[in-house]
Nanobody, 117 residues
Framework: QVQLVESGGGLVQPGWSLGLSCAAS????????MVWYRQHPGKQRDFVAR???????TYAGSVKGRFTISRDNAKNTVYLQMNSLKPDDTAVYYC???????????WGKGTLVTVSS
C-alpha cells in the first residue's frame, strides 16, 4: 500500500517562494513518475509538474520557469520549489503516483498554499 503525505503549504505574499514536500511509503517511489497537481477553489484538479524515474521533468505552462520539481529516491520524497508566487497559485497541492501494474492511482490529502498580500 502506497501512502503519500504532502507538507509545506502555508500563507505567503505575492513574489515569495515556498517549498512543498511529498513523502511516500511503499516500494514504487523510484520506479514511476511522481506528479504534483493543484486544485483551485471551485475548480477541477490540474496538472502542475511531473518527474520521471530518470529525472526528466514536465511542467504546466503556467508554472514553467517558476516551479521546480525534484526527487530524492533515498528519502522517498518528491519536492516542489515554487518561486515568484502569484495569487493565481493559491490552491490545494496534491502529490500523485500511478501504478500501471496494479492500475492504482495514489493521492495524498493535499496541502494548502495561499498567496495573498
Amino acid at each position: 500500500q502506497v501512502q503519500l503525505v504532502e507538507s509545506g503549504g502555508g500563507l505567503v505574499q505575492p513574489g515569495w517562494s515556498l517549498g512543498l514536500s511529498c513523502a511516500a511509503s511503499g516500494n514504487i517511489f523510484s520506479i514511476y513518475p511522481m506528479v504534483w497537481y493543484r486544485q483551485h477553489p471551485g475548480k477541477q484538479r490540474d496538472f502542475v509538474a511531473r518527474i520521471r524515474s530518470d529525472g526528466s521533468t514536465t511542467y504546466a505552462g503556467s508554472v514553467k520557469g517558476r516551479f521546480t520539481i525534484s526527487r530524492d529516491n533515498a528519502k522517498n520524497t518528491v519536492y516542489l520549489q515554487m518561486n515568484s508566487l502569484k495569487p493565481d497559485d493559491t490552491a490545494v497541492y496534491y502529490c500523485n503516483v500511478w501504478d500501471p501494474t496494479l492500475h492504482m492511482d495514489y493521492w495524498g490529502k493535499g496541502t494548502l498554499v495561499t498567496v495573498s498580500s
